[in-house]
């Protein structure tokens, strides 16, 4: 794990140096930026990731103005228009989290999920295995229950569902033009009908650049005229992902998001923003909004 310096870590230090006058943003970040960001998520801690950011109150499911609710509408809306369809589904960056794959679940005969560190592959892997998990995702199955006209009783079907149709837990990495392993046979070789990833580029980008980049890597596993659901921050510069780890995020705009996706090939379908209310500022990050993009692969 990185170590502290001057209150951020060496990774955080080296890639502001990398984000400094000497170096042109448009210039691609080196390889040593995004290993400084690989370093730097050998400390997340998968527990107190879903403690800061998945209980209330940025999960209130009595608040339509909370933060999980509005995602979790987002997500049920684009799953239930009915242009978002197919057989298998991609989450990109999972973390430790399944709140992003309660809607799409339904549609999806196949759902695949990915992380970058194992710890939580792991955490998912309990979860799919007996329900054992960091988070009691049951309040959370409720609600995605209610959004779709179920009784929230109903929950343990859906985690049923969701058990049935997660093929794999599989590595990823975003800065590779090829994001999954070389001999994994999990997506049809058109690619994925349909991607979803919420809080992964921007968090793991040392600058917009290399944002853009792993957008046009994680397109690869698209087929074309497939769907990408993406969920991102809006003026982040850090967020814990740990006590006292300070992970960089690349601070971006709705004017990025748009720019980024038309660059990689995406046409925009949807874009909406959040704006957090005083109260979900927390200090566990310094996030300004959320945004929700609905594109197409061209
Ligand atoms: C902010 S978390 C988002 C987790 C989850 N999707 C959510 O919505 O809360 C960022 C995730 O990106 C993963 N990650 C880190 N480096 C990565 C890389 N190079 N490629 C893909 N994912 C990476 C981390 O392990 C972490 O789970």
Redesign the pocket.
Known sequence: MAGEKDGKTEASAELSEERGETRKSEEPASEEALEA??VC?QG?DPAA?LQF?YTPPRADFQRADSIVPWKLTCLHRAFTEGDVRGEVLVD??????LY?VLSGCEVFGRVVLT???EV?RCELQHWLADGSSSLDWTPYLEYVCQLEGRQPSESSEKAARLRSVVSDVLP????RSC?LPPDVVALPTGGADCLV????LE??SPDVAAFTRALGHISSLLRPAGHLLL?GALGESY?LGAPGLRIPVVPLDEAQVCASLRGSGFQLQQLSVYTLPADMRVGVDDVAGVFFAKARKL
Do not use: E
């Open positions: 960001m690989r998520y997340f990731y950011n990109v960056g999972s973390g430790p989290t992003q992380d970058f560190l939580n990823i990495d975003v800065h994001p990833s919420c809080f992964c968090s793991v969920i967020y």
